[in-house]
Nanobody, 113 residues
Framework: VQLVESGGGLVQPGGSLRLSCAASGFTFRRYGMTWYRQAPGKERELVAAIASGGGSTNYADSVKGRFTISRDNAKNTVYLQMYSLKPEDTAVYYC???????WGQGTQVTVSS
């Protein structure tokens, strides 16, 4: 199993980023996918989740209305579109496949002026 996150970077408050997570080594379309994030000194937290077919999504209250999770099962990729970014969104973002015990290396998102 391999999960490769990308798309992070430095962005000003109010800006946007689109994260991608390319998955391999398992049957992607059978698993719900989740984005997590971990800020310095804090525990890893769930950000957004999407069902295997993409028909159901769930968001942390802190990102509702600003972030959108989506997936492309033909490309084995899950996305996180982030708008109206705030300094408190600064973290390393990770994706995870259902209950599988695998993590990627994460992608750093820094929101700062």
């Amino acid at each position: 199993v391999q999960l490769v996150e990308s798309g992070g970077g430095l962005v000003q408050p109010g800006g946007s980023l689109r994260l991608s997570c390319a998955a391999s080594g398992f049957t992607f379309r059978r698993y719900g996918m989740t984005w997590y994030r971990q800020a310095p000194g804090k525990e890893r937290e769930l950000v957004a989740a999407i069902a295997s077919g993409g028909g159901s999504t769930n968001y942390a209250d802190s990102v509702k209305g600003r972030f959108t999770i989506s997936r492309d099962n033909a490309k084995n990729t899950v996305y996180l579109q982030m708008y109206s970014l705030k300094p408190e969104d600064t973290a390393v973002y990770y994706c995870k496949a259902g209950p599988l015990p695998y993590w990627g290396q994460g992608t750093q998102v820094t929101v700062s002026s």
